[in-house]
């Protein structure tokens, strides 16, 4: 299969699986703005940023470094030599935490406590059991897999909250009960126990896995410096319901998050497996071309969007969140062409030099958010993430030469770049007429520059629709 057509082929399975999530959790959006209050989603919003800060700690990245032997490995054995050494020392891991957690609780009262240690223990296991799936070339049951987890939480979720009228508990109960469905869905489906054998376990395999992953951990740390660490700041300068405010301006970004972790995800496999061959620079290069164009149109198109839709969809509440979701758009922009690039340096192993970015990254981050909150609010956090991961890619740009080269289009860029400002600028000066001219202005824009990508992936629905009646 050509390069390019299994990219294509992979991006649509994962984008119908993280669509169809995505949408299901976009659409819950009225009910948690109008239920709940901005003091109990930003405490939520606070739980789920602390677990993502903890974990890549807890598991020491071993769930990405048995992604990458997996990924390239398809002798049977060694797959079980893998998933074992891997799985024996993540559970190791777990277990430690989790003594060293009962201990500090016996004497700490931190809220919610027992159930966020549950929950941290579940997100680990739950992201290790797909991305074995993902490593062993299981990707239609990874892409189900997500899908099948968010309709299980949604439901749950509904039921605790109207059933039982439940408050924030709720969140933590259908948390959890989603991701431990999906581990023993998982578990049964891959039949995972073929892949666990102690007389395989690997201490030299270990040692391996932790000299690729270890870079990794100050590396995510970083990346949730950059991504996450606003909602502290907010909390300590400004206060919990800002931080509210903060979390859903944060869910229309959400929306191109999906696009990128959709491609990134496709794209990780494809620079990892083709990373060796001779015309590497050549398909990266045209692979993000595409991209850029793919992203940034979308941010324009979105950005227009994101006051009419909030003046329907969000409580009034929560109404001046559409403020924000411009720049953080933009941000969610730049973090995506960081992590393509991330994505090369995984291919040639060289996760040092993710770390070292996303550490100046995080820096430039903290930095700018702290010295501007008291002067501009919210808008520090918001320019602070833009800033911040603009840096980072330009950097990475720079740094990717010894092992890869991406060319830029400089005339797409010069385009694009400013239209992305007018679409941020144009919904506080202009009235509701011309903001949908301007909108409809950019679904043509959409549609112009991507119309390769537009063209392909229809020709390719056509392709497999013609194969699946022939057979």
């Not at 045209?286 to 950005?303: G, P």
């Not at 400002?421 to 007429?433: C, D, H, K, Q, W």
């Amino acid at each position: 299969m050509a390069k390019g057509e299994k990219l294509a082929k992979d991006t649509m399975l994962y984008g119908i699986a993280t669509f169809g999530s995505k949408v299901l959790v976009f659409f819950m959006l009225p009910v948690y703005t109008h239920y709940f209050t901005t003091e109990e989603y930003g405490t939520w919003d606070i739980v789920l940023t602390t677990s993502s800060l903890l974990a890549p700690f807890i598991s020491f990245e071993l769930v990405s470094a048995v992604y990458r032997w997996l990924i390239v490995e398809r002798d049977k054995q060694q797959q079980i030599k893998i998933i074992t050494s891997g799985t024996i020392a993540l559970v190791r891991n777990l277990l430690c935490f989790t003594i060293l957690a009962f201990i500090c609780l016996a004497f700490i009262s931190i809220p919610y406590g027992m159930l966020t240690l549950l929950l941290i223990n579940v997100v680990i296991i739950n992201s290790y059991m797909q991305q074995c799936a993902r490593g062993l070339g299981f990707n239609i049951l990874f892409a189900l897999l997500g899908l099948l987890q968010t309709t299980i939480h949604i439901l749950l979720i509904l039921l605790f909250l109207f059933g039982f009228h439940m408050r924030i508990e709720a969140f933590f109960y259908a948390y959890i009960l989603a991701n431990m469905a999906a581990i023993l869905l998982a578990w049964i489906l891959m039949r995972f126990h073929r892949f666990l054998s102690l007389q395989t376990y690997s201490k030299s395999l270990i040692k391996s896995f932790l000299a690729y992953a270890i870079p990794i951990i100050p590396g995510a740390i970083s990346w949730w410096v950059m991504n996450a660490s606003d909602r502290f700041i907010i909390v300590r300068f400004l206060g919990i319901d800002f931080n509210g405010l903060y979390a859903v301006a944060n869910q229309i970004p959400a929306i191109l998050i999906m696009i990128s972790t959709v491609f990134n995800l496709a794209w990780k496999d494809s620079a990892i497996v083709y990373f060796n061959e001779s015309d590497k620079d050549n398909y990266y290069t045209n692979v993000f071309q595409h991209f850029f164009r793919l992203l940034a149109t979308s941010v324009i198109c979105i950005t227009l969007l994101t006051k009419p839709i909030f003046s329907i969809f969000i409580s009034e509440k929560f109404i001046e969140s559409w403020q924000y979701t411009g720049l953080l758009l933009v941000g969610t922009m730049f973090s995506a062409f960081s992590l393509f690039w991330s994505a090369g340096f995984h291919g040639a192993k060289k996760t040092n030099v993710i770390f070292i970015t996303s550490i100046i990254g995080a820096i430039v981050n903290i930095l700018i958010h702290i010295l501007f909150i008291h002067f501009i609010g919210l808008y520090a956090a918001a320019w602070s993430t833009v800033i911040a991961f603009f840096i980072t890619w330009i950097i990475r740009v720079h740094t990717c030469r010894p092992y890869f080269t991406i060319r830029l289009n400089r005339k797409d860029m010069l385009i694009l770049f400013p239209l992305l400002f007018v679409a941020i600028l144009a919904p506080y000066f202009v009235g509701t007429g011309e903001l949908g001219l301007l909108t409809g202005l950019s679904i043509i824009l959409f549609l112009a520059y991507n119309k390769p990508i537009i063209i392909g992936v229809t020709k390719l629905l056509v392709h497999r629709f013609k194969d699946s009646r022939d057979t």
